[in-house]
Every structure is written in C-alpha cells, then in structure tokens.
C-alpha cells in the first residue's frame, strides 16, 4: 500500500481516512514528546503498562487489578 504523505492512516489492515490537517501536523512533534515522557515515567516508577492485566496493585489505591493471566495458584494470595 502506498500510504501519501501527511495522511492519517487507522485501523489492521491500515487504511488511509484522509490529509492531516495544518493544525494536526504542527502537533505532532509535540503528541511524540508526550508518549515518550510518559514512557519515561512508567519506567522511573515501575509502571509496567504493556505486561498483563495482572501486574500487581494498583498503585493508588493499593488493590490488585484484573487477575487476568494468573495461574489459579495465584488467586487465593489476592486481596479483592
């Protein structure tokens, strides 16, 4: 697929929806920045958002998420 320059393109197959307007292509410099601070973040405090749903407590209120991908063994150690 041959994909035009400054087009927004969504969607597995990507399939292109149309130009970029003026005002989005001037924000994405700064959209990249965001995803690379938060990412920064994450790994400063541990935050493991692409692992499972499962990945401990939820850090503000100190509950377990989702038990998710867990092996039953787990399950009984799991506050709720």
Not at 15 to 28: D, G, N, Q, S, W
Not at 34 to 53: E, F, R, S
Not at 73 to 78: L, V
């Amino acid at each position: 697929m041959k994909i035009p320059p400054e087009s927004l393109v969504l969607g597995a197959p990507a399939k292109v929806v149309r130009p970029l307007t003026k005002k989005e292509r001037a924000k994405l410099k700064w959209w990249a920045q965001k995803y690379v601070d938060n990412g920064a973040y994450c790994l400063k405090h541990g935050i493991n958002v692409g692992g499972p749903m499962f990945a401990g407590k939820n850090l503000s209120k100190g509950i377990p998420l989702s038990p998710g991908p867990v092996d039953k063994s787990e399950w009984g150690k799991m506050k709720m």
